[in-house]
């Protein structure tokens, strides 16, 4: 059986990849499927995630849906992440962008081109998201 702490990551990671996620209390799982299912599917193709959405919607007392970070609160987290990495250089770019317009744009474009700190960027912003599932979780 899984962890707490391996689902949330879990649900975290689907999150961030774009997927729609119901939290099971009883089993301690979770399931998912697409935001949009329609772009994955061919014309006539029929929806596999179906068995999935029908689960939850005929067990919805069963499941709680976890909420993706709105985008303030990701905004925020790409202030924080750019206060605190230790090259300066990097962090007065990276608070630039955020200031500009299109600021997710302009900050994922400058960490996508910077090895030294992608992978900072990257564990970050897992945690924090892991942080949100959590509370999620414990007040749903």
């Given at each position: ?16 990849c ?13 399931i998912e499927?697409?935001?949009?299912v329609?772009d994955?599917?061919m014309?006539d193709?029929e929806n ?13 007392d069963d499941?709680?849906?976890?909420d993706?970070m709105?985008?303030?609160?990701a905004?925020k987290?790409?202030?924080?992440f750019?206060r ?5 250089g990097?962090?007065?770019k990276?608070?630039?962008?955020l200031d500009?317009r ?11 081109n910077d090895f ?5 960027w ?8 892991m942080?949100?599932?959590?509370r999620?979780i414990?007040f749903?």
């Amino acid at each position: 059986m899984k962890t707490q702490n391996n689902i949330i990551k879990e649900i975290a990671d689907s999150l961030l990849c774009g997927m729609i996620c119901f939290y099971e209390k009883a089993t301690n799982s979770f399931i998912e499927y697409p935001k949009e299912v329609e772009d994955y599917l061919m014309f006539d193709e029929e929806n596999p995630w179906q068995e999935v959405i029908d689960k939850v919607e005929d067990n919805v007392d069963d499941y709680l849906l976890i909420d993706p970070m709105p985008s303030s609160e990701a905004f925020k987290l790409m202030e924080q992440f750019a206060r605190e990495i230790d090259s300066l250089g990097f962090s007065a770019k990276l608070l630039d962008a955020l200031d500009k317009r299109k600021p997710f744009q302009n900050f994922n474009h400058l960490i996508e081109n910077d090895f030294d700190n992608r992978q900072l960027w990257f564990d970050f912003r897992l945690e924090k998201n892991m942080e949100w599932v959590k509370r999620q979780i414990e007040f749903g």
